[in-house]
């Protein structure tokens, strides 16, 4: 069932406790609240987001980065539930990727018709060591093309406890989600959850 869909990156389907993993979004986001962050030229970002672990994925006027403390609060980004870092070191291994340490897990919440254009993330401080995802609620089409913003982009539908694993060749490949559909999941109800895993400061 792991589909390969790219030189390094692998799609894991069904590989988390989707359910279980609930409880620790919840927490987090009591912590440290979902929010629309602001793109460096002035813009709200659609997809509300918070952060877990040491550092945290932010974006305000000032540019991208990672930062130790949430803006937001002040203090800094709530722990890493310990099933989720266990979760993204079993799925990286599975995917090849053995030794990944994750320092940073971006959760980003999407509404029915709100999308991430294609980017690449370039934001941390290595790209050797992958990227793992983990989708929960509602599902989405997930797009991924090859390293030069040319080549050619593939959709994929990525659904509830569904892993994708993206280092070596991938791992500054572009991506991006399409516009979410409107429904509604039984635990979620109408959003799609998605924890992304890296390793963002220096080793
Ligand atoms: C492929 N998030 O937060 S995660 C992001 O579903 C982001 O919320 C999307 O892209 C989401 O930056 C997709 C999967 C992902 C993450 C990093 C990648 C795919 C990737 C890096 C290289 C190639
Ligand atoms: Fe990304």
Known sequence: RDEAIGPGAMILRGFAPGDALLD??????????FRHMLTPG???IGVEMTNCGPLGWVSDRRGYRYEAVDPATGSPWPAMPTDFAALAKAAAAQAGFAGFHPDACLVNRYAPGVKMGLHQDRDEAGFDAPIV???LGL?????FGGTDRKDPIVRHAV?????????GPSRLAWHGILTLKPGEHPQLGRCRINLTFRQAGQR
């Open 139 to 143: 599902p989405a089409t997930f797009q």
């Open 42 to 44: 002035g813009r709200q």
């Open 24 to 33: 620790g979004v919840e927490q987090v986001a009591r912590l440290s609240p």
């Open 159 to 167: 659904a509830h406890g569904d892993v994708v694993v993206w280092g």
């Open 133 to 135: 995802s983990v989708s």
